[in-house]
């Protein structure tokens, strides 16, 4: 087992139900790579998902026997969906605001990276332009 799925197997045992977004939170790792790491411990068959996108450990018990969880009842479940949804909605708005400001860290750069060009291609012009008889012969003779 690598350390990177130590880390989520520790993050899993750490609550009674997770979802992925949580997961996330806690181990730091990108949403992809947490999600590629349970299917790699539910292959394991050290986890499972369950109904909503929750995450448990199978068989996890805090005092260290095996246990099977009871199946949630079913007035349980739509909050679960509900709770689940809106911790997804919270990722995504998350993820917008980042999106956005790398968007706009973007066109500020470019925009500066634009004026740069345009002044030194200003800069390019003026100097190629032939200078004045009277313009060169001050520039020898006048002391600055």
């Known amino acids: 087992m690598t350390d ?4 989520v197997l520790e993050a899993l045992k750490s609550r009674d139900t997770t979802t992925l977004a949580e997961l996330v939170e806690i181990t730091g790792k990108s949403k992809s790579n947490v999600s590629n790491l349970l299917n790699k411990l539910i292959q394991m068959n050290l986890a499972t998902k369950e109904a909503y996108g929750i995450y448990k450990i199978k068989d996890y018990n805090p005092q ?3 246990h099977m969880d009871p199946p949630c009842e079913p ?3 739509p909050r679960e ?3 689940h949804l809106q911790q997804e909605m919270e990722y995504m ?4 605001e980042f999106l956005e400001k790398a968007l706009d860290q973007s066109q ?3 925009a500066f990276s634009q004026k740069t060009i345009e002044s030194q ?3 390019l012009e003026e100097s190629q332009r032939p200078k004045p008889l009277m313009a060169r012969l001050k520039a020898v003779f006048v002391a600055e």
């Not at 708005?93 to 917008?96: A, G, L």
């Open 121 to 123: 291609r200003l800069q």
């Open 64 to 66: 260290g026997s095996l």
């Open 108 to 110: 500020q750069l470019q």
């Open 4 to 7: 990177a799925q130590k880390s």
């Open 93 to 96: 708005k998350s993820r917008v």
């Open 81 to 83: 969906l509900i709770e």
């Open 75 to 77: 007035d349980n479940e």
